[in-house]
């Protein structure tokens, strides 16, 4: 299958790469400048130039933070440029498997999220990212919505690296217990994507297309994913430190964080039959890329 993704150095791209390659399909990544999401017109051309068999749309403006006073830009980025992909895709006349986020929710349910549940970003990111979803629903029926949440991986920058430096230069990190969801490596992210690009291709029905959540088992909050990695890294030999849980309101950012980002997957497994691994399993799988050598 020849794959197009979106991006080229980013951690869901990067895995898609690296999956999609070792499962014999030719992936072609595609990013600036040839592909600038802010620019509609560049999108078409490069994903027609192209020519795949299915797109995947992983790039996105990611910085939660800088979004709130750089709107216009997460806007035209997160948002038109989803619906760039998405005509790119209408015009090649194949499937479109696009990324979203967790962060379209208000985080106020005191369940995991399901995905007809009612969306309410609380920030820029967030509400860019729910345009983005809209605009892909609107532009190709061919399209699969895949909502993935506290992503994490050997590539790019994320919060397993942050924990892993920090605990290099300090004995005791802060980090906010009362926010909760479902940390995803980006690796089982790319073999969920595989799957679900595999079943789209080969079967056109209605019922796999619209709107999936697609996020690791298990949950916890930030500080328990701290808690694990340093464990994780300590029986590596690597550094760790002790996890002291704050409260969100000890740290403040710019963008409010959903407190519930967890998300319901049993759709996904019963239409696609996607199950992606308990995320302890797959941070252990990312802990022995990141330290191969501290065993
Ligand atoms: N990182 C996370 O925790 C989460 C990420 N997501 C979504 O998952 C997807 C993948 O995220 P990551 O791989 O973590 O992101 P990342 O930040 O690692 O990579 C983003 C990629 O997008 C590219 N990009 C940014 N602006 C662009 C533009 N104007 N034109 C072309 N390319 C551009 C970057 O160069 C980079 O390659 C995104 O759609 C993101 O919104 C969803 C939930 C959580």
Not at 69 to 80: P, R
Not at 98 to 116: A, K
Not at 289 to 294: C, E, G, K, N, V
Request: net charge negative; charged share 20%; with cysteine.
């Amino acid at each position: 299958m020849k794959i197009a993704v979106t991006g080229t150095a980013g951690q869901v791209v990067t895995s898609l790469i690296e999956r999609g390659t070792v499962a014999g399909h030719d992936v072609i990544a595609i990013g600036r400048p040839d592909l600038d999401l802010a620019d509609p017109a560049s999108v078409v051309r490069a994903l027609e130039a192209a020519a795949p068999d299915v797109i995947v749309s992983a790039a996105a403006y990611t910085a939660v933070d800088k979004a709130e006073t750089e709107s216009d830009l997460a806007h035209a980025v997160n948002g038109a440029g989803a619906g760039a992909v998405a005509r790119a895709a209408r015009l090649l006349d194949v499937p479109l498997i696009h990324i979203s986020t967790d962060y379209v929710f208000d985080g106020t349910l005191e369940r995991p999220y399901v995905e007809s549940d009612p969306t309410g970003p609380t920030g820029v990111y967030g509400a860019s990212k729910l345009a983005g979803e809209r605009a892909v629903l609107d532009t190709h029926d061919n399209s699969t919505i895949l909502r993935v949440a506290w992503v994490y991986s050997p590539f790019g920058g994320n919060f397993v690296k942050t924990m892993l430096r920090l605990a290099g230069d300090r004995d005791e990190v802060s980090v906010v217990a009362d926010q909760v969801g479902n940390p995803t490596s980006a690796l089982a992210i790319a073999d969920g994507i595989l799957q679900v690009a595999n079943n789209m291709v080969s079967d056109g029905s209605s019922s796999l297309r619209g709107v999936f959540h697609m996020t690791a088992q298990g949950e916890g909050s930030w500080a328990d994913f701290a808690q694990s990695i340093f464990a994780a890294s300590a029986a590596r030999g690597g550094p760790s430190a002790s996890v002291r849980s704050i409260g969100t309101a000890d740290y403040p950012t710019p963008a409010t964080r959903p407190a519930n980002s967890r998300l319901d997957c049993t759709l996904i497994a019963r239409v696609h039959g996607v199950r992606l691994p308990d995320w302890r399993t797959s941070l252990d799988v990312v802990m022995d890329r990141l330290q191969p050598t501290a065993h």
